[in-house]
């Protein structure tokens, strides 16, 4: 697998912020303006959930476009294929991960860590496969890890044998933190579907000198995520002043409110972190003419 592959990971800011992809009809009004959604993005975020990797993957010829559009401080944190994590569990996809990383090439320089998703069937029993398929991929490439089976949340036997496994070779364990969103009711559509489809599991830290990756999805209701997220700004301050370069991402049920998040959890870092710029989010509402 290494032969073909020759990325360099340039380094990182400290802190990076973003959203699971990088346009919706609802941000129109809300992101400075640029010539695509991807650029007007990357004014406002440092990093993106490269959520379009797990169903699809695109061309080199898109992958050169989207490196022309970010800044050289932005990061993509690309999925690996659904292909590769779920219907593979890991084993049999050299060709597929080779295949994979050499379409990504032209984005090189601006890759973040990849996020390797794992099912909830990816247990106990099928660690061997994690470590054979993570001691595989080339240097300097590097991924955080999300497991969602319910033994690696017990502090047992299985747990402690991934998060050994994750120590030895210093890779991040996704934090994936869904407990607003399940506080809602599902009045509408779109919380009742991220309910059904999204994990509800404990928060497990694993400290690492990786840098940390927090996913969190918020309550529709945007003023209800204050008690949830004030203890992640504690934390991630915390992270911050330390050098250790978190990825934040914020989601909501409909992520068309996912950039109103995102500007309440900066507010909150920022009373910790005074030094943060302003995120360029207008949050106004657009003022309606006379005629």
Not at 14 to 39: F, I, V
Not at 202 to 228: C, K, Q, T
Not at 269 to 290: F, H, S
């Amino acid at each position: 697998m290494a032969a073909m592959f020759w990325f360099t990971l340039c380094a990182m800011t400290h802190y990076a912020l973003g959203c699971p992809q990088w346009q919706d009809p609802s941000w129109n009004t809300l992101l400075p303006p640029g010539a695509t959604p991807l650029a007007r993005y990357s004014r406002v975020f440092g990093c993106v959930e490269g959520n379009t990797t797990f169903y699809a993957t695109p061309t080199r010829e898109q992958c050169a476009q989207w490196r022309s559009q970010v800044p050289d401080d932005f990061r993509f944190l690309f999925k690996f294929p659904r292909e590769i994590s779920h219907d593979r569990l890991l084993t049999g996809s050299e060709t597929a991960v080779r295949e994979f990383l050499a379409t990504l090439e032209p984005l090189a320089d601006v890759l973040g860590p990849f996020l390797l998703q794992l099912p909830p069937n990816f247990g106990p029993e099928q660690l061997d496969n994690l470590w054979r398929f993570v001691d595989a991929l080339p240097a300097p490439l590097t991924c955080a890890v999300e497991v969602r089976h319910p033994a690696f949340f017990e502090k047992g036997d299985a747990e402690k044998a991934l998060n050994r496994g994750l120590r030895e070779r210093n890779l991040a364990r996704v934090c994936f933190d869904t407990r607003a969103l399940f506080t809602a009711t599902p009045e509408s559509e779109a919380t009742w579907e991220a309910q059904s489809r999204k994990p509800r599991l404990p928060i497990h830290l694993l400290p690492v000198d990786a840098p940390p990756v927090v996913r969190y999805i918020g309550h529709p209701d945007l003023e209800s995520n204050r008690p949830f997220l004030a203890p992640w700004a504690e934390r991630v301050s915390e992270w911050i002043a330390e050098g250790r370069h978190p990825y934040i991402f914020m989601h909501m049920p409909d992520n068309g409110d996912a950039l109103a998040l995102a500007a309440l959890w900066h507010e909150l870092l920022g009373e910790r972190v005074p030094e943060l710029a302003d995120l360029a989010i207008n949050t106004e509402p657009p003022q309606i003419g006379l005629f």
